[in-house]
Structures are given as C-alpha cells and as structure tokens.
Nanobody, 122 residues
Framework: VQLQAFGGGLVQAGGSLTLSCAAS????????MGWFRQAPGKEREFVASIGWKSSTYYADSVKGRFTISRDIVKNTLSLQINELKPEDTAVYYC?????????????????WGRGTLVTVSS
C-alpha cells in the first residue's frame, strides 16, 4: 500500500495551495484519512481529518483556512490551504486511519505517505 502526497512548493504568505494524496494498491473508502505536518525541529502535528462519510475535524490552528476533502471514486485526498502563514512551513503528510471516524491521534493512523514540503515566505 502506498500513499503519496504532492503539491507542495514555495508560496508567499497570504497565498493558497492545494495538496493532494493518491492511494494505490488498496482503497480507503471506509477509512478516515488525515493530514499531519512536521515543521523543522518540531514534532509531527495533526492538521485535519475526514471520515468515511466526509465528516471533518481540524486542528484549531488551521480552522477556517484549511479544507480537507476526499474523492472516493478516485481514491484521493486533498487539502486546500488558504491565507498561508510562515508558520505553516512544514512537510505535510497524508495518512489513513484504522477506523472510519475522524481522529487527531497519531497512533490511530497505520498508513503513511511520503510527505510534501510547503515553504511559506514572508
């Protein structure tokens, strides 16, 4: 099973970016999916989660600016990021959870993709 995140890049503060995550070798239609990020020198942190019925849950730090979505048919996950801030600079990872419900707990996710780097310049 592979998850691959892509779409990162260098963006100016205030700009927008859409990250995508493609899954291969299996479908995650019944699993919750999530995005995490890891800034330089910091621990990986929860960003957003989406359940199998598309319920969503966000970290307080990104509410109102980030939107998580999924395409069950295409087996993809997306993260729309608006009003980017320098503190959003991090490697962003997509992940699939064991259960179908949204969750922010790192330990609830058992499939992880390679990350994509987002750099926000001030």
């Amino acid at each position: 099973v592979q998850l691959q995140a892509f779409g990162g890049g260098l963006v100016q503060a205030g700009g927008s970016l859409t990250l995508s995550c493609a899954a291969s070798k299996r479908t995650f239609s019944n699993n919750a999916m999530g995005w995490f990020r890891q800034a330089p020198g910091k621990e990986r942190e929860f960003v957003a989660s989406i359940g199998w019925k598309s319920s969503t849950y966000y970290a307080d730090s990104v509410k109102g600016r980030f939107t998580i979505s999924r395409d069950i048919v295409k087996n993809t996950l997306s993260l729309q990021i608006n009003e980017l801030k320098p503190e959003d600079t991090a490697v962003y990872y997509c992940a699939a959870a064991r259960s179908s419900l949204t969750t922010s707990r790192f330990s609830d996710y058992n499939y992880w993709g390679r990350g994509t780097l987002v750099t926000v310049s001030s």
